[in-house]
């Protein structure tokens, strides 16, 4: 009872801290700007800015009816710079779990393997501590000029970032297995093999997934900044698009679903953490 | 049926010390254990007890010497010696029978899926764990954590059970019960054990030889005191019987004093082959006697 009420006074409060900014938003872009006396054909070509003081920053009356146009058209396509924000969303989503499940392929063997192996440690441990700190968007005019192709190098980017964070995570969970459990797989003469799978697999699956969760946050940062860059398709060339268009209304809009993908793909490697958790 | 079946030859246990040298936690260490015998062994914590019971289980390695089991000198961890670990160490991500089934079809490798746990549920069934099969370690408590670390000892049909202060986390009355039913599996199978404990009373209910150790580093083994109790003693009446108190304050006397001077009062006299068996209240009783008199003797002439 006491929860489910913590539970209601917490939503009346994120409500009315959305409405007080929704209400703060709508008159702080209602425009109180001077206006200039000039030539009727001048101010055609001067806007509404500086004939009517108003302000270039939609308010969340526009935003939200643009908005409601996107919700019921996502997927609409008008050639290469028009597209609905759905198929945006989808190429960045595709990129960004290509890039990421390889990055899992990879990461995963090699954790095990310097967690297994004190020799792969100590001989991998200069590389994985240089590349780590070095930027993604580094590799990408490398990407592009070895790849030779806009698309894949953003995904070798995505794939770039999203590598330590689980290789690190894995090597660590799978060092800091407990002894007393591999003890439990010597005694039972269990070989190799198998102790990877039976047990230093479900001991260390919840520190595996939590970088995993890690990686799929940072590689959803990174997409949109690639995506810039490369430009064609994607919510990160989306946004470029529409600020080369002044389309702020658009760039809001976007934000707002980097935001919600964001959100949803950290919740379900959030779920997937809960699921091989053990409690002890 | 008196033969060596376990026998622990000369083994020792190093370790490098910082600023070089080394450490003996114990060497020369020489004992043997018949099949069927439960041997248990007391001595101060750091005496070297749980690294002696990993060299045995395979898990560490002697820096010196060798164990032989069923005339075979063992090389590593083995499916014939279970080990039951003071911390119980189940696999938290698997229930009950998840546990036991992963022991025994380590040993079965080719048994199908029905077989298997057909065996784990015999051996839950016996440690009195009927109708926690589906159970994970976690909603578990302590006793019954351990009686699953049991069944999964006793699942592989091992010649040797290692025990480590298999019962010192677990409340009083618990550990009793435990005691009792540990007792009559070993009874009913004619398992060999080893173990390890700081419990007197224990050791004395449920060991045929109780083996005193002296404190580390550099530790002995003093003495095998054997256990003149009647085999069949229950629980409730195994402190009334006139010999229990002898025995009792025989090893609590060693823990207390004799463990900390054994080593020093009887260098050169020692044989670390041959260690004085000592039966409290019968016969050989006598020969402790004799060396506590020497002992007080001795102890009298240096004042």
């Known amino acids: ?14 409500l009315a801290l959305f409405v007080a900014f929704l209400i703060a938003w709508h008159f702080a872009t209602q425009g109180l700007a001077p206006t200039q006396q000039m030539d009727p054909e001048y101010a055609k070509l001067m806007g509404a800015t500086a004939t009517q003081g108003k302000s270039a920053m939609p308010g969340p009356l526009d935003v939200g009816t643009r908005l409601w146009e996107h919700i019921c058209h996502p997927f609409y396509d008008n050639g290469p710079n028009d597209k609905g924000i759905g198929i945006q969303l989808a190429f960045s989503i595709a990129r ?30 200069p590389f994985v501590q240089v590349l780590k700190p070095i930027s993604p968007l580094a590799w990408m005019p490398l990407a592009l000029y070895t790849i030779r192709d806009s698309s894949i190098s953003s995904i070798f980017v995505i794939f770039i970032c999203s590598l330590w964070p689980m ?60 995506e810039m860059l490369v430009g064609g398709t994607g919510i990160g060339y989306f946004v470029w698009n529409e600020w080369n268009n002044l389309s702020i209304t658009n760039v809001i809009i976007a934000i707002l679903f980097i935001g919600l993908v964001g959100m949803i793909l950290d919740q379900l490697l959030a779920r997937a953490t809960r699921l091989v958790t053990f409690p002890e | ?57 395979g898990l560490d390695e002697p820096s010196a010497g060798t164990v032989i089991v069923d005339n075979q000198a063992i090389e590593g961890p083995s499916l014939d010696r279970a080990v039951i670990f003071q911390t119980h160490a189940l696999l938290p991500w698997r229930t009950v029978m998840g546990n036991v089934v992963y022991a025994v079809s380590s040993k079965w490798r080719n048994w199908k899926v029905p077989r ?26 302590g006793g019954m954590k351990q009686r699953v670390g049991i069944a999964r000892a006793l699942s592989i049909d ?51 030889k109780i083996v005193l150790m002296t404190n580390g580093p550099n530790a002995l083994l003093a003495e095998i005191v054997e256990n003149p109790l009647p085999k069949d003693r229950a629980r409730t009446e195994v ?14 006397d060693f823990l ?33 006697a004799e060396s506590n008199v020497r002992r007080l003797g001795g102890h009298a002439a240096s004042h």
């Not at chain 1, 009872?1 to 994120?14: D, E, F, H, K, N």
């Not at chain 1, 990421?100 to 441990?125: E, H, K, N, T, W």
């Not at chain 2, 114990?26 to 018949?34: A, E, G, P, R, V």
């Open chain 2, 239 to 252: 402190h009334k019987h006139p010999l229990y108190y002898v025995v009792r304050n025989h090893i609590i």
């Open chain 1, 167 to 226: 290789l690190i995570n894995t090597a660590f969970g799978v060092t800091s297995v407990r002894r007393e459990w591999l003890n439990v797989a010597k005694t039972l003469e269990v070989g190799t093999l198998r102790r990877a799978f039976t047990i230093i697999l479900p001991a260390a699956a919840p520190t595996i997934l939590t970088g995993m969760r890690i990686s799929i946050g940072i590689a959803w940062l990174v997409i949109v900044a690639a």
């Open chain 2, 158 to 208: 091992p010649k040797i059970m290692l025990m480590d202060e298999p019962f010192s986390a677990l409340d009083a009355l618990t550990r009793g019960t435990l005691q009792d039913e540990v007792r009559r599996i070993c009874q009913e199978t004619g398992q060999t054990v080893f173990m390890i404990t700081h419990d007197v009373d224990e050791a004395i209910y449920l060991a045929d």
């Open chain 1, 1 to 14: 009872m006491a929860l489910s009420s913590l539970t209601w006074r917490a939503a009346i409060v994120t």
């Open chain 2, 256 to 288: 207390v004093s004799r463990s900390k001077t054994f080593a020093g009062e009887n260098r050169g006299r020692h044989d670390p082959r041959n260690i004085t068996v000592v039966r409290p209240g019968l016969g050989e009783h006598v020969l402790a």
């Open chain 2, 1 to 57: 049926m008196a033969r060596k079946f376990i026998s622990i030859e000369g083994i020792a246990k190093r370790f490098p010390v910082a600023g070089g040298g080394t450490s003996t936690v114990f060497q020369d260490l020489w004992l043997s254990m018949q099949c069927g015998e439960f041997t248990c062994i007391i001595g101060h914590s750091g005496c070297g007890k749980t690294t002696a019971l990993n060299i045995l289980a």
């Open chain 1, 96 to 125: 960004v779990l290509t890039g990421y499940l390889i990055a899992v392929a990879v990461a995963v063997p090699i954790g095990f393997l310097i967690g297994m192996s004190q020799l792969m440690s100590r001989a991998l441990d």
């Open chain 2, 116 to 141: 298997v746990r057909e065996r784990a549920q015999k051996f839950i069934d016996l440690v009195g764990l009927t109708g926690a099969e589906s159970k994970r370690p976690a909603e578990l408590s």
